[in-house]
């Protein structure tokens, strides 16, 4: 089943076919085991910007750095790591000198480009109301 079918499923019936879904007592499904995992790992502060990164072409690990503002060697490193070991990312070491490392989308990351695309455009479309929201929210906090 493709990911529209099941978020459609989702969100009209407010029950998932999914596996990794579960319904606690009170009736609310919360996601759990390996699937919370690798929604945690793509979702994670780095995980969505690289993979849009290397959607647009592969890039050596020091560019990755300079285009991910605030990212840290560390950072960059287990995040590429994560995604490596996910299959959505791949490692190629380049032979030239000096020698280089170049990180590339894979087939099965590639498969991720259109619901970020349609995560980053819900953004672009809500960002307004999201801002007035959160002006809203900030005026009342600051009256507690």
Not at 25 to 38: F, M, N, W
Not at 100 to 118: C, K, N, Q
């Amino acid at each position: 089943m493709g990911w529209r079918y099941l978020w459609y499923t989702w969100c009209m019936t407010g029950t998932s076919t999914q596996p990794g879904i579960r319904e606690d007592p009170a009736g609310h499904e919360t996601i759990v085991g390996p699937q919370r995992e690798l929604l945690d790992q793509l979702l994670d502060k780095w995980g969505q910007l690289l993979l849009a990164a290397l959607c647009r072409q592969p890039r050596r690990f020091n560019e990755l750095k300079r285009e991910l503002d605030g990212v840290t060697q560390k950072s960059l490193a287990q995040a590429l790591r994560r995604l490596e070991r996910n299959g959505l990312v791949e490692r190629r070491v380049l032979t030239q000198r000096p020698i280089a490392v170049e990180y590339r989308i894979t087939p099965l990351g590639r498969t991720l480009e259109e619901p970020f695309l349609i995560l980053r455009a819900w953004t672009a479309d809500h960002l307004s109301e999201v801002e007035r929201h959160r002006d809203a929210f900030d005026a009342g906090a600051d009256t507690l």
